[in-house]
């Protein structure tokens, strides 16, 4: 079993920032990549950020603004939030994918930017 779990979200003034963790534990061994995705109401989710052991990939709409990493490890991934803005509001989730046990998604953490 693999569980992840999220913590940071709040709310903030836009142009301010926040930092979302999420912390995988079980059987993960062999995570193959990491990332976060956003819901807005109304909307689809949508990728926000992704990373690989080689690679980093952002959303058009947040690039230059979040940035995300992870620990040593490699069992913790962070989003670090800047220059947040209203349409930034959403509920985030934390997402894996572990080769041969498949993808797994953490319980959501809301983020809400106040203008």
């Known amino acids: 079993q693999v569980q992840l779990v999220e913590s940071g979200g709040g709310s903030v003034q836009a142009g301010g920032s926040l930092r979302l963790s999420c912390a995988a534990s079980g059987t993960i061994d062999n995570i193959d990549n990491m990332g976060w995705y956003r819901q807005a109401p109304g909307k689809r989710r949508e990728l926000v950020a992704a990373i690989t052991s080689v690679s980093t990939s952002y959303a058009a709409a947040v690039r230059g603004r979040f940035t995300i990493s992870t620990d040593d490890a490699k069992s913790t991934v962070y989003l670090q939030m800047n220059s947040l803005k209203p349409e930034d509001t959403a509920v985030y989730y934390c997402?894996?994918?572990?080769?041969?046990?498949?993808?797994?998604w953490g319980q959501g953490t809301q983020v809400t930017v106040s203008s």
């Open positions: 997402h894996i994918v572990v080769l041969r046990r498949g993808y797994f």
